[in-house]
């Protein structure tokens, strides 16, 4: 016999196995010669009291054998399929549009301009300690884009975008925990995320797909309302005697690609693709976007207040069964929202600019979240009349203002990855901090005045946000707190118009802009789903 048994119990109760199997046992008045296999389906934490209840939902084979889910994917050979469709990016979108591809037996040819997640490591960690930035592989570009190297949170709230369940199935397919399928807020952690890229790549390629990296979209070659070619900048490594301290010498050349199906999977850092479609006068707008900080704060200090804890010894013996809490918070200033960004628990904060005179920050976990620090973006929800001052740049005017922020950053911090930092306390009460606290940013902090970086507006707006959020959580204005800038790559602050019902862009009917870059998702599950629904539009048309 199978039932489904839901319940609201203890922690402690939910997070041990043997516990909660005798709770289940009570729960269905099961007998001591019973056999019984429980299944977790969904499960989230209710921390609104001291004594912390888990929701959660149980499958219970009963005196049966247990029935296993297939995972309901298959993949098709498409080695010699007809079809194709070319992807620009191997992102979230970019990959997730691959698959799909090979799910319906069609050929997927994918042009990445950065490299396999392995060999962005080398770049990663020269950001990090040299404070060299590789334009072209870095935190945001490069197989898996930004997603790889900045969390794997996987929660949505696009649920209308598609399906989310086979999403997250597609991942487990290839390598993660099934856990990710019962959590409420589902998350990966960076340090997991690049094999399971690097095994939907082998799935790709297995099955007869194309991945180019080090293969960088320059121009778009169209007629009247069509894309006919695309041309990319490959570069390549060869040897040469001339150079005997330097033998790998790195060569560019310039491919013609005619595609019929051309899927814009670039992520929301791809500036150059931007200015690319301005100059080739295909049609973009400027669109709102948000810009603040990192703010980092003791993790304890978080699980002291969300957990309702009085001590240390508290904490403690909660985290001993409790994952790292988290927050969200939001609060309106004056017409401008203020609020909690791409929150990580058990955190660091992480370098990811894409241009060597720029800083910029996000954050990431890794999946146990046992670092000793949370950080969040915390920013400032611009809108289009804050583009003013920057009218002249046209559908470019909120890039042009976020590129002017990030360089500041950059000028201020010393004009290296060292970032511009405040004590949190001391930025709420315009002082500079005489001395900074210790940061889980690894290049280093610079003291500064932040409101001279982030502009009198987005820094005043802040400042008052972090009083309103002291409130909410008594003690998160403090000088134990620390604010790193400039968290400035929330969203695009461009979007390439499509048509919503066939998502062909309004210009060009063969031409499907996708995901962060071009303005329709905002995390790694929104644009994964958003690739499927592009190569599903694509299957239409066919």
């Known amino acids: 016999m199978k039932k489904e048994l839901n319940l609201a119990i203890a922690a402690h109760i939910a997070y041990d196995e043997q516990l909660l199997k005798e709770e289940v046992a009570a729960q269905l008045s099961l007998k001591s010669t019973d056999t019984f296999f429980i299944k977790p389906l969904r499960r989230s934490i209710d921390a609104r009291s001291r004594n912390i209840k888990v929701n959660l939902r149980l499958a219970v084979w009963i005196n049966e054998p247990v029935t296993d889910d297939d995972l309901g994917i298959q993949y098709h050979d498409v080695s010699n399929a007809k079809k194709s469709i070319t992807i620009i990016g191997a992102g979230p979108a970019g990959l997730y549009a691959a698959l799909r591809c090979l799910e319906i037996g069609i050929k997927p040819i994918v042009f990445e301009r950065g490299k396999d997640v392995q060999a962005r490591r080398r770049d990663l960690a020269a950001i990090n300690k040299e404070h060299i930035v590789n334009p072209e592989s870095n935190y945001c570009f490069g197989e898996g884009g930004a997603g790889t190297y900045s969390d794997g949170k996987l929660y949505t709230r696009s649920s209308k975008r598609g399906d989310i369940e086979h999403i997250l199935k597609t991942f487990v397919f290839h390598g993660a925990d099934d856990v990710i399928l019962v959590d409420a807020h589902p998350h990966i952690g960076t340090n997991k995320l690049p094999n399971i890229i690097s095994n939907m790549r082998e799935t790709i390629l297995k099955h007869g797909g194309e991945i180019h990296f080090h293969s960088k979209l320059v121009d778009i070659k169209y007629n009247i309302n069509e894309i006919s070619s695309v041309i990319i900048e490959r570069l390549t490594s060869v040897t040469s005697s001339a150079v005997p301290d330097n033998w790998r010498v790195v060569e560019k050349q310039e491919i013609e690609h005619h595609c019929s199906h051309l899927i814009l999977a670039t992520g929301h850092s791809a500036r150059d693709i931007y200015e690319l479609l301005a100059k080739k006068k ?132 010393g004009k290296t990855q060292t970032a511009p930092a405040q004590n949190l306390q001391d930025f709420v009460n315009n002082k500079v901090s005489s001395k900074l606290i210790e940061c889980s940013y690894q290049p280093g902090t610079q003291s500064v005045q932040m409101n001279d970086v982030l502009g009198k507006m987005i820094g005043t707006t802040l400042q008052q946000g972090f009083k309103a959020f002291n409130n909410k959580m008594r003690g998160y204005v403090s000088n134990e707190a620390i604010i790193v800038g400039v968290e400035s790559r929330t969203s695009t602050p461009v979007r390439i118009p499509r048509d919503k019902f066939t998502l062909q862009h309004v210009q060009l009917k063969n031409l499907y802009p996708c995901a962060e870059g071009a303005g329709y998702a905002g995390g790694i599950v929104s644009a994964a789903m958003d690739g499927v629904n592009c190569v599903n539009a694509i299957h239409q048309t066919y």
């Open 282 to 413: 295909i049609a973009i707008e400027a669109k709102p976007f948000a810009l603040g900080v990192r703010v980092e704060h003791p993790q304890e200090f978080i699980d002291k207040i969300q957990y309702s804890c009085h001590s240390h010894d508290e904490v403690v013996s909660k985290r001993s069964y409790l994952p790292a809490s988290s927050y969200s918070l939001v609060h309106q200033v004056q017409g401008h929202g203020v609020y909690s960004f791409c929150m990580c628990p058990g955190g660091i904060i992480a370098p990811c600019a894409t241009a060597q005179d720029e800083v910029v920050t996000n954050g990431w976990s890794p999946s146990k979240r046992n670092n000793p620090y949370a950080n969040s973006g915390i920013v400032v929800g611009l809108e289009m009349i804050d583009f003013e001052p920057y009218k002249k740049h046209g559908a470019l005017a909120g890039l042009q203002l976020q590129r002017e922020i990030e360089h500041k950053a950059w000028q201020m911090g």
